[in-house]
């Protein structure tokens, strides 16, 4: 047998008296109070100081190793991040129907991926996964998640949420399999459930498992943990909701409030502690009375159903049943957004006349699949007409079918020019209005990066003061190009690269005000929660940009996650800006299923532009003013320009 490795053990059959009076001696020591103790296959508390022997305190003797830079720490396990991790015995998994597995946990912020938290299985020959149930926190952009796989990772019967573990403060994740389902709690809340699981634990590896880990992969060439753990427990059964809240760590926890006015679920957010009230336009926040859900036998204070106001944020103090505290702040905001009904992402906002454009995608569709592009209107900003579809790639485009992605418009002598991307090329289409009918040129405009990386998608057109008129693309790689005058073609010996852009991934995007050229663009994959969007500055169109960090990101506290590919619009004859960008659907929201919203864009007095600070409630009604704007730079009053 390898170092190392021991086969779990199951008590010997005794009489029913015998039994109960080992029960007694060997009944768990540290389970917190009120905590379920029953079920328990074993439990290692990971609170020694010395050793290398992980104790099992169930009686069962499933005691773990200690290998590689896993060392004691304050009362905890911690994980070096190298090869250290807990070697556990074998057949852990053995005979069960269900499971839980729940695990206290500190994801250091340095945590590479991909890395499991803990493994239950086998590892093949060639070092891959074979066989298992796992859990990893995921990233801050990517949601965490747990699978069971009666093989390797394409087998997965997976339980995935759309957010990751925060990192650096403790949390509780649990996975509970049972009845064909599987649910992942965070912090005791439910954040993730499938109902079409039909492996059981037990069935892995026919119930021999050899790769039983804490703090490293099934998989060799994944990560190894790194951060810190500590009470550990494998259960025979799913716990039910309530004795997950009922876990030490959850004990102070809000899991659900329940409020008539709310819009969308509450978002509690245990990395502040914070909960956001999302509630209907017009609600009186002043006198709010929401049900607060609790651990059993916790309290909380103001008392859960008393009126409050809550237009400014209030301090609520959760106490649990064994006595612990923990202080939550609570806020009720009028989410008036998204302002586009329905999925759309990749927003070109643009004016004409005194009207305002959106130009998106179609979202919603498995694999970014849609066929058309729609156009939306407004006077004001706030209300939104849709204008219906503009150009379908099926009908109205001979070179793609498919991939209806990221359009943009420029105007030219009463001519409006839609470019899109389809099928991982860019085209352009000519229409006499903002909402066409488009005709397509016939063929791609750009049908491929010049240095053959990434994608050629997410035009973005820009009009300078001078009246010359650029396309900027790129994923992967950055381009920008001046236009012919009939705006449908180029020089491609014009092409030039943008190179410098910190951590650039797609979706540029360009303006000028008052002689500097402001470039943003996104970070990051659109399925990550934390795309974002960066910024360049340059006193060129072609650059060279001088980087300016992150201008928009996600806001957990307000559920805003994946902020991105954003254009931006000034009001004609004034100074005020606004950016629109997609996020995730709130709620339930992914890379897949995006909406749009505006919000203001200010600039600093040095000239740059500040951080977006991101809301549910959009921005306020904005008309196009009627007067012309003399005194004003001639950029300020050029209609149809970004």
Not at 56 to 74: C, F, K, M, N, Q
Not at 168 to 196: F, Q
Not at 382 to 407: E, K, M, N, Q, Y
Not at 436 to 464: E, K, M, W, Y
């Amino acid at each position: 047998m390898p170092y190392g490795r021991r086969t779990a053990r199951s008590l010997p059959r005794r009489s029913l008296i015998t039994t109960l009076a080992l029960a007694l001696v060997l009944a768990p020591t540290v389970p917190a109070a009120g905590a379920p103790d029953t079920g328990l296959v074993a439990h290692w508390p990971l609170d020694a100081s010395s050793g290398t022997v992980a104790a099992d305190v169930t009686g069962h003797g499933h005691d773990g190793t200690l290998v590689g830079d896993a060392r004691w720490a304050d009362g905890t396990l911690e994980f070096g991040g190298t090869d250290g991790h807990v070697d556990l015995p074998d057949d852990l998994l053995a005979g069960l129907d269900a499971t839980t597995v729940s695990v206290d946990v500190l994801i250091d912020p340095a945590q590479p991926t991909p890395y499991f938290l803990y493994g239950f299985g086998n590892t093949g020959a060639n070092g891959d996964g074979d066989g298992y149930l796992f859990a990893t926190g995921g990233t801050a952009g990517e949601g965490l998640r747990a699978a069971l796989a009666p093989g390797d990772w394409t087998t997965e019967q997976q339980v995935a949420a759309g957010r990751g573990v925060g990192r650096g403060t403790w949390h509780n994740l649990v996975l509970t399999v049972g009845d064909s389902t599987g649910v992942l709690y965070l912090d005791g809340v439910e954040v993730a459930r499938n109902t079409g699981v039909t492996l059981k634990p037990g069935e892995i590896g026919a119930g021999h498992t050899t790769a039983n880990y804490l703090g490293r992969s099934l998989y060799n060439a994944d990560r190894h943990f790194k951060g810190r753990m500590r009470d550990v427990r494998l259960y025979d059964r799913a716990l039910s909701g309530d004795e997950i809240a009922s876990l030490s760590h959850n004990g102070t926890v809000i899991r659900s409030v329940d409020l008539p006015e709310l819009a969308v679920p509450a978002v509690i957010d245990p990395d502040s502690s914070t909960i956001t009230l999302p509630v209907k336009p017009g609600t009186r926040r002043h006198k709010l009375a929401p049900v607060l859900g609790l651990a059993p036998g916790a309290s909380v204070t103001p008392d859960s159903g008393r009126r409050v106001d809550l237009r400014r944020p209030v301090k609520y103090t959760v106490t649990s049943a064994n006595g612990r505290t923990r202080e939550w702040t609570v806020v009720a905001r009028e989410m008036r957004s998204p302002v586009l009904p329905g999925y759309n992402a990749d927003p070109n906002i643009a004016v004409f006349g005194d009207t305002y454009y959106i130009y998106a995608t179609s979202d919603g569709f498995p694999g970014w699949g849609s066929t058309t592009f729609r156009a939306w209107s407004s006077k004001d900003l706030v209300t939104w007409a849709d204008r219906g579809v503009i150009l379908d790639l099926g009908p109205d485009v001979s070179w793609a079918d498919g991939r209806a992605w990221a359009p943009t418009i420029a105007e030219r002598d009463g001519r409006y020019y839609f470019y899109f991307s389809a099928d991982a090329k860019i085209g352009v289409a000519v229409g006499e209005s903002p909402t066409g009918p488009f005709r397509d040129s016939g063929q791609p405009l750009v049908s491929a990066n010049p240095d053959g990386r990434g994608q050629a998608i997410d035009p973005a057109a820009f009009t300078d003061d001078d009246g010359r008129a650029y396309l900027y693309w790129g994923n992967g790689s950055a381009f920008v190009v001046p236009l012919n005058a009939d705006m449908v073609s180029f020089d491609p010996a014009a092409v030039r690269k943008i190179d410098g852009l910190a951590d650039f991934r797609e979706g540029l995007f360009m303006v000028r005000r008052q002689g500097l050229y402001h470039l943003t663009y996104s970070i990051d994959d659109t399925r990550s929660a934390d795309y974002r969007v960066g910024y360049a500055t340059a006193t060129s169109p072609f650059g060279p940009f001088t980087n300016r960090g992150v201008v928009l990101r996600a806001d957990r506290s307000q559920g805003i996650l994946g902020t991105g590919h954003n254009s931006v619009l000034r009001v004609p004859g004034t100074d005020d800006w606004y950016i629109a960008y997609h996020r995730f659907a709130i709620p339930g929201g992914d890379g897949m299923h995006r909406e749009t919203t505006i919000d203001r864009l200010t600039f600093s007095a040095d000239g740059l532009l500040e951080p977006v600070v991101p809301t549910l409630e959009s921005v306020p009604p904005r008309r196009v003013p009627a007067t012309a704007c003399p005194g004003h730079p001639t950029d300020w009053c050029t209609p149809g320009r970004n």
